[in-house]
Antibody, heavy 122, light 108 residues
Framework: EVQLVESGGGVVEPGGSLRLSCVASGFTFSNYAMTWVRQAPGKGLDWVSITSGSGGTTYNADSVKGRFTISRDNWKNTLYLEMNSLRVEDTAVYYC???????????????WGRGALVAVSS | SYVLTQPPSVSVAPGKTASITCGGNNLGSKSVHWYQQRPGQAPVLVIFHDNDRPSGIPERFSGSKSGNTATLIISRVEAGDEADYYCQVWDNSSDHYVFGTGTEVTVL
């Protein structure tokens, strides 16, 4: 059974930093691209970033480019999202999700974690 | 940036059919995927590549596409289908994934 468990969320001041983790199990982690999708309170889904199975190719939404960095440790079956220069508008539940193939252009996401809440507030 | 437009809400009586549309420029050349998100829960993939269903998703869920509009169809609607539904595509011109604006389905 595929399981994705996010952690690392919390409250941070504007301009601060936070690192999210997502531990995966139930599949061969290195064979699949992984992504982060966020959802602001009461709002819709907003794609953030994706990394290929090897971590060699990443794509980022324009809203986080230069501030957020996606990475992965295939030995630890763990996906990360390093978030710097956080803004109030980054407040959201952050979901990690699995893509159906190795490539970063994998079209869709077939399994999702339960999410981690990030609140940016002074 | 690429935009996918959905109606904010759809209401349907139990046992009837709900249709949720998703419109976008040149959508006919892209694969459309659909997610269900029940209140307080993570999204679940219900349709991929326009009209394929993942294992475990009831046959009552189907997808179609015509021109620049994709449609998620829920037949014989049940109370448990009450949720937000999002369409999504991969935009290869920007290397971005794009979600639709979301549709709240209410079962009357």
């Amino acid at each position: 059974e595929v399981q994705l468990v996010e952690s690392g969320g919390g409250v941070v001041e504007p301009g601060g930093s936070l690192r999210l983790s997502c531990v995966a199990s139930g599949f061969t982690f290195s064979n699949y691209a992984m992504t982060w999708v966020r959802q602001a309170p009461g709002k819709g889904l907003d794609w953030v970033s994706i990394t290929s199975g090897s971590g060699g190719t990443t794509y980022n939404a324009d809203s986080v480019k230069g501030r957020f960095t996606i990475s992965r440790d295939n030995w630890k079956n763990t996906l990360y999202l390093e978030m710097n220069s956080l803004r109030v508008e980054d407040t959201a539940v952050y979901y990690c999700a699995k893509a159906p193939s190795f490539s970063s252009n994998s079209y869709y996401f077939d399994y999702w974690g339960r999410g981690a809440l990030v609140a940016v507030s002074s | 940036s690429y935009v996918l437009t959905q109606p904010p809400s759809v209401s349907v009586a139990p046992g009837k059919t709900a249709s949720i549309t998703c419109g976008g420029n040149n959508l006919g050349s892209k694969s459309v995927h659909w997610y269900q998100q029940r209140p307080g829960q993570a999204p679940v993939l219900v349709i991929f590549h326009d009209n394929d269903r993942p294992s475990g998703i009831p046959e009552r869920f189907s997808g179609s596409k015509s021109g620049n509009t994709a449609t998620l169809i829920i037949s014989r609607v049940e109370a448990g289908d009450e949720a937000d539904y999002y369409c999504q595509v991969w935009d290869n011109s920007s290397d971005h994934y794009v979600f639709g604006t979301g549709t709240e389905v209410t079962v009357l």
